[in-house]
């Protein structure tokens, strides 16, 4: 939005993007205070005649007991799924996003906001991963590197090989 929109001062030069986005801005305000004054009129309605039938005034509480008791059962359904969630968010790689897309965006935001440098840029990986409590497993020289390096060694320590160097620095 531009800034005339958002301080609340109407500037000349609106784009029509703006000036749209004042209208709904204003337009959802009457709306959303005309649908609370019709509903609570409604509600006033119901009250009144239920207050004179008493057979009404049972049948609304019995809906009533009814809808608070799935309102419940939908609350700790959904508290369940939650705990459950985050248990799978650990494993999932997509964690607590909604969609692929979602979380693309916030990897995409996160890498750009690294520094360049290889080496900085897994220190902080590093720093936030013991921050949250993520276990690394630590680069070791396998075992295997070390024996083709000692190989390696041992076929340029072999005299033929060493003398071919040897007269070839001359």
């Not at 609340?8 to 609106?14: A, P």
């Not at 009250?47 to 509480?61: H, M, P, S, V």
């Not at 080496?119 to 902080?124: D, E, F």
């Amino acid at each position: 939005m531009d800034k005339g929109v958002a301080d609340g001062r109407v500037s000349k030069h609106l784009s029509d993007a703006a000036r749209a986005a004042r209208y709904r801005l204003k337009n959802k305000e009457k709306v959303n205070a005309r649908n609370r004054d019709r509903m609570r009129n409604v509600r006033e309605a119901e009250k009144g005649k239920r207050q004179d039938n008493a057979a009404l005034q049972q049948e609304y509480r019995k809906k009533e007991r009814v809808r608070k008791m799935l309102y419940r059962q939908k609350k700790a359904a959904s508290c369940a799924t939650a705990t459950t969630e985050s248990n799978l968010s650990v494993t999932s790689p997509l964690g607590t996003f909604k969609t692929p897309q979602s979380f693309g965006k916030a990897f995409k935001r996160s890498a750009a906001a690294l520094p360049a440098s290889p080496r900085k840029k897994k220190a902080i990986i590093v720093k936030l991963a013991s921050i949250e409590g993520i276990k690394l497993l630590k680069e070791q020289k396998k075992k295997q590197d070390c024996e083709l390096q000692a190989k390696i060694k041992t076929f340029f320590c072999k005299t033929r090989y060493s003398i071919h160097l040897s007269w070839a620095e001359r």
